[in-house]
Structure formats: C-alpha cells, structure tokens
C-alpha cells in the first residue's frame, strides 16, 4: 500500500504552477480531507468564468492565509507586462512561469460559491495589489508519494511525487497529445503544465510509475472528482516541476 506522508517545512505549497510560502500543510488524513474519486457533475449549459483561452503563461497567486490561488481575470485584470515585476505583498506568492499543456478549459465557480449560483455571483473576485483576480482553488493538504523522505519540504525529490488535494471547479480539454503519468495501481494522471513549456518523460519516478507520450484518438475532458456538486483534484508535480492533474485513483475514495 502507497504510504503518502506528510509534507512539512516552513512550507512552500505547490498547485499547479503555484509555489507559495504558507504553514505546514497536513496530509489528506490529519486533515480529515477525504472524497469519492467518482467524476462529479458538471452544471449543463455552464457560463464560463474565463472568459478567454488560458494560454502562455498563467497568472496565479496563492495567498497564503487563506490558501487560496487567485488567477488574474475579473474588471481589472493584471497585464502580462505589469505581471513581470508584480509583488503580492506579505505572506502571497506568485507562481512560478507554468506553460500550460491543455488546449482550453472552463470553470464554473470559485470555491466558496455555491453549486446553485448563476452567473457572476459564481466568481468571487479578490482585489490584490490594485488588480482583480478571480478564486480559483483552495489547498486542502499535501501528500509525498512514496514516503516523506522521497520530498524535501513540497519540492519532490528525484523517485518522488507531491500530491497536492484542492478544491477547484475546473474542467480541462485537451487534444492532439498528452503526456500520461501511470501508477502501480490503476492510477492515471495527465501533464497540464511545464516550468519551460517543453514536457519531457526523462523523470525519475517512484517504482511502478511510468510516464509516456501519448496520441489522444479523441479530445480528453477532464472534470473535477467527489461525486455530485464536489470538486476535488489532486494536483501532482515530479521532480522536474511538471504537473498534472490525477484521472484515476487506486481505490474508491481519496485517501
């Protein structure tokens, strides 16, 4: 059985592109964070709160005493010029530059927003630093995969993974090809973003993982995890600072 550990320091918390400062998190189970790795509903007919493509590079923010990533969007988004020389002030942290993989994607609500909201009451807009921003996930816990050993604070080390449990109502398509990260037993995950923009498979992995480029026959849609109105993923990150978000889990619920 896979022993996921805790991830302690001062912590720095990875989601997606973010790399934060922020409290030690606890595992899925300290934290009593626990969900049903079933697909969860997606609202019909649903209005997008990213108006645009997300392309290039991502514009996110964690700020840290919520554990809230803020991505930029809202009436007064930052630009890519400002973005370069951008502070989030004390105890925020930008991401670091991720080149996102996916063709395009939607979500549907910010994480404190209820399943029956319509319209703009589904995008809570935080103001930082003079600019909008729209919520987008909250950290919940951090697992190391497959030991605490095989991670130095929430940077994996070479043969380790980072298992980062989020709430974020978020649904992905990709086309074309796709990087696939397989686990042991049954696990299945898909690469959604780069330091560089340029994925490789030259990763060291835990034993019985495997990551391999792959020609997708049809578009994968990949949809939040929990069953019903939940929206639970993992985010996973190698070595390399490659990331991905996990399609099949091992067992019926997480963890």
């Known amino acids: 059985m896979l022993d996921f550990q805790s991830v302690r320091a001062p912590l ?3 989601l997606g592109g973010v790399l934060g400062a922020c409290a030690g998190l606890p595992t899925a189970r300290e934290a009593n964070v626990s969900f049903s790795t079933v697909e969860s509903q997606w609202p019909a007919n649903t209005v ?22 803020v991505i930029a969007g809202g009436p007064s988004p930052i630009s890519d010029e400002a973005w370069a020389s951008f502070s989030p002030g004390l105890g ?35 103001t930082l630093g003079g600019y909008s921003w729209v919520a987008l996930s909250k950290i919940d816990a951090a697992d190391c995969l497959p030991s605490s050993s095989a991670c130095s604070g929430t940077t994996p ?10 709430q974020k109502c978020h649904e992905l398509i990709f086309e074309g090809t796709a990087f696939m990260l397989r686990g042991p037993n049954g696990e299945r995950a898909v690469m959604h973003a780069t330091p560089d923009g340029r994925p490789t498979t030259d990763v060291t992995l835990p034993a019985g993982w495997t990551l391999t480029m792959e020609t997708l ?39």
């Open 12 to 14: 720095a918390v990875v």
């Open 48 to 69: 997008c709160l990213n108006s645009a493509t997300p392309t290039g590079i991502a514009k996110e923010v964690l700020i840290g005493s919520t554990r809230t990533v």
């Open 92 to 126: 925020n942290q930008k991401n670091s530059d991720r080149h996102l993989l996916f063709a395009r994607s939607c979500y549907a609500r910010s994480p404190s927003r209820s399943a029956s909201c319509v319209g703009d009451d589904c995008r809570e807009i935080v």
């Open 157 to 166: 080390r070479p043969g380790g993974l980072l298992v980062v449990v989020t």
């Open 217 to 255: 026959a049809s578009p994968l849609v990949v949809r939040p995890f929990g069953g019903g109105d939940r929206c639970f993923y993992n985010i996973i990150r190698d070595h390399r600072q490659q990331s991905y978000h996990q399609l099949s889990f091992a067992g019926a619920t997480y963890p």
